[in-house]
Structure formats: C-alpha cells, structure tokens
C-alpha cells in the first residue's frame, strides 16, 4: 500500500508538471493581456513569426500567428509560391518534438484535457471506427490546408482559409467569440456562418467531455502534420521490456488509445507522459536524442 501511495503521488506530480507546461504554453503565445481588456487583436512585430500551436490569430492575446492559417495565406490562390518559412517552422518542431507539441504546448489540447475531468460518462469509439476515424486528420490537412486554399479561388480571384473559415474551433473559441463579446459591430455583423461555426465548437467541446480529445485524434491538420515526424523526432519515449510486466496501466492512462507495446512513438502518441507516470514498474522513460540512434519503439538499436 506505501508503494501504491508513492506511486500515486508521482503520477499527481507528472499530471501537475504537464498541466504546469500547458498554462505557461498558454499564457506564452497569448499574453497580450490588452487585446482582451481592448477587444482588439495584437499587430507587434512577432506577429510575423508563427507558433507551433494551433493559436488562433484573431485571438485578443495572441502574441503570434497561427501556421496553420499563415500555410493557407502563403498557398492563397497558388500566387505566392512555395511556403519555406511556414513548412520550414513546422519541421523544425516536428523534427525536435514531434507531437509532443499536441500534448505539452497546444492550448486547445489544454482545453479538452480539463473538459474531459468532467464527471459525466465517458465513452470509447469503437475500434475499428476509431482507427478509421483518424485518417479524417489528414484528409482535413491536404484538402482544407493545402489544395483548396491553392486551387479554389472566389469569384473576386481571391483565395479562402478553407480551414480557419470553416472549421476550426480554436479559432472560435480564442477569437471569434472574445471579439465578439467586446464588439457591438460584430456581434451585429456575425450571420449564419458564426452560427455555424459555433455549433461546431460546441460539437467538439461537448465530444471532449466524454471522449478524450476527439478534436487531436480526428479533426486537427496540425496533429497530422506533426504526426510525420513522430518516429524519428529527437524527442521520444522509450520502453524497457525487460521491466514491463503487461498490466496494460499505460494503455489505460493514455489520452489517445495508443496500445504502448506496439504503438510507443507511433503517430498518435502525443508524448503527454500520462503513459509514463502510470507505469508501477518505471519501464518507460523519456528522451531527446538523435532518433537514429532508437527504433520504432524507442529502443536503442543494436550494433
């Protein structure tokens, strides 16, 4: 029972240091606290620069850009040639966290994270609906990120953030509604688009109280993005076999289903460390290093 307990407090001690890196993750990329008391959005010179999130541009508090809608820009209507900077931002962090990124700096992945405490009863997806359910991700990346902002232009020869119009709840959530809360104007100007766009926020919120981040595992171009890089981001976690006793704690702690002994590393696991701090027997463990020097599990590969 002592070893329960201490094992207890530990997991409490990784879920407080996650949740710790989330807030100043949070607090990071929107700390602008003006724009919020202002009802105006921040035009600095790190607006420039994007974030590794997804973070909203219109949000009050954003001190960056969202590469997300900065990769629908730089792509607008195929006129403003190849995105380097954008693809060459998210690389980088893909290349170093992979999607550690989803599970330690998101903010929308925060916000699902506290929904999901909520004590109502909580559902699984189906197996083979969930397995199928998590390719949508890339689907929304090629089709709303990538191919209609650079091939479907208005009438005006304009080209339409496909994603951040019409589906990202995000953006919702930490621009359109903290606007429209402080603006007459637009509350008076928001038409069935909003309307729309506030259904599907409150689609997604609601989902994240009985599922666990439903938006991450089946809507987010960003996830999928960063899901390329997984196996061989710097950043990995890694599993002792030798100590690894099957209890299956891991797999029951983990916010996105991955089965650990197959899937560690694979390109849904967020690297959130819930995995990690339910472990009784310590037989995962983190790391960054070159992932040359790892297989697909995290094991380091023999000579």
Request: glycine share 10%; aromatic share 10%; net charge positive.
């Amino acid at each position: 029972m002592p070893g329960m307990h201490r094992h207890r407090l530990k997991r409490g001690a990784r879920s407080s240091f996650q949740r710790v890196v989330q807030l100043c993750a949070c607090a990071l990329f929107n700390g602008y606290a003006l724009g919020f008391q202002k009802g105006k959005i921040f035009k600095g010179p790190t607006k420039a620069a994007c974030v590794p999130v997804l973070n909203c541009y219109s949000c009050p508090g954003a001190l960056g850009a969202c590469p997300i809608g900065s990769l629908q820009g730089a792509l607008g209507g195929g006129k403003h040639g190849f995105p380097f900077y954008v693809l060459g931002t998210l690389a980088l962090f893909g290349i170093l966290l992979g999607r550690a990124v989803c599970g330690l700096l998101c903010p929308f992945g925060l916000v699902q994270d506290l929904l999901h405490k909520i004590p109502v009863p909580k559902f699984k997806v189906p197996g083979k609906i969930d397995r199928l359910a998590r390719y949508i991700k890339y689907g929304v990346l090629l089709v709303l990120v990538v191919l209609l902002p650079a091939f479907a232009l208005t009438e005006a020869g304009a080209y339409q953030p496909w994603f951040c119009k019409y589906l990202c709840p995000a953006g919702t959530l930490g621009g359109g509604i903290p606007l429209l809360l402080s603006n007459p104007a637009l509350r008076q100007a928001a038409g069935a688009l909003f309307s729309w766009k506030l259904l599907v926020l409150v689609l997604i919120l609601a989902a994240a109280c009985t599922v666990h981040r439903p938006f991450c595992k089946y809507l987010c171009p960003l996830g999928a993005f960063y899901a390329l890089f997984n196996r061989f981001s710097f950043y990995q976690l890694q599993l002792d076999r030798s100590k690894c006793t099957g209890c299956k704690q891991c797999e029951r702690a983990c916010p996105m289903g991955v089965e650990i002994t197959q899937e560690l590393n694979g390109p849904e696991c967020i690297r959130c460390g819930k995995c990690k701090a339910a472990c009784p027997s310590k037989a995962i463990s983190s790391n960054l290093a070159p992932s040359k020097t790892r297989d697909s599990l995290g094991h380091p590969e023999k000579k």
